[in-house]
């Protein structure tokens, strides 16, 4: 079945780790995009990436870092700056051509919680 | 720049009543619109979408209107289920990405 996964679901972390999340997509999607869900402050973008090699940041890319060295992957490293890591990670990938009307294909999620 | 407003939750109902979640955005142009719903403890799913003005999106027996003069894009169905429980979030196309509301927890029981 096409998709996305996202790996681990579940991440544990001491302070001071970096950590990386997986996200692999068989869609053919040309744009990827790392999502951050906090309870009542809806999606905040970190990353995206519109095309292998090149990404650019989102509104709270600080403290994150991404590549994108493969079309079907993107992976997230949430750093040791990053103050307040703890949340639900998403990641989605959309066709990135002419026709699209931009429907985000998501994963399931990662949850990150800092100890 | 583009932002998506979204009516703050949880909405309560009973099975079988009339849902309505509002949705109010502000954007350049007129934006592709969208609805998507998250299960707990998954990801997004695209419920509905419009693409231009007056465009009706539905699915799963819910309904939203793109209505340009009011900017609004409402969420409604006519006889929610227990199943329906879940977050809703408005989101428009801005340029090269989306943008989110903040998400609408709607609590169905039985």
């Known amino acids: 079945d096409g998709g996305i996964t996202q790996s681990p679901k579940y991440l544990f972390r001491k302070e001071g780790q970096n950590v990386t999340l997986s996200c692999e997509q068989n869609l053919n999607h040309d744009a990827m995009y790392w999502y951050r869900q906090d309870p009542g402050q809806g999606l905040r973008l970190i990353y995206y990436?519109?095309?292998?090699?090149?990404?650019q940041k989102g509104d709270i890319a600080e403290g994150y870092s991404v590549s994108r060295e493969k079309k079907e992957s993107f992976p997230l490293t949430v750093t040791s700056a990053q103050k307040n890591p703890t949340a639900f990670y998403l990641c989605a990938s959309t066709d990135g051509g002419a026709a699209n009307t931009g429907e985000l294909f998501f994963g399931e999620g990662s949850r990150l919680t800092v100890l | 720049g583009n932002s998506v407003t979204q009516m703050e939750g949880p909405v309560t109902l009973s099975e079988e009543a009339f849902l309505t979640i509002n949705c109010t955005y502000t954007a350049t142009g007129y934006p592709s619109l969208f609805w998507y719903v998250q299960y707990p403890g998954e990801g997004l799913q695209l419920l509905l979408k419009?693409?231009?003005?007056?465009d009706k999106g539905s699915n799963k027996g819910f309904e939203a209107t793109y209505r340009k003069e009011t900017t609004s894009f409402h969420l409604e169905k006519g006889s929610v289920q227990v199943s329906d429980s879940a977050v809703y979030f408005c989101?428009?196309?801005?340029?090269?990405?989306?943008?989110f509301g903040t998400g609408t927890r709607l609590l169905v029981s039985p």
């Open positions: 990436s519109q095309i292998v090699n090149d990404f």
């Open positions: 419009a693409t231009k003005a007056d």
């Open positions: 989101a428009l196309r801005g340029f090269q990405k989306l943008v």
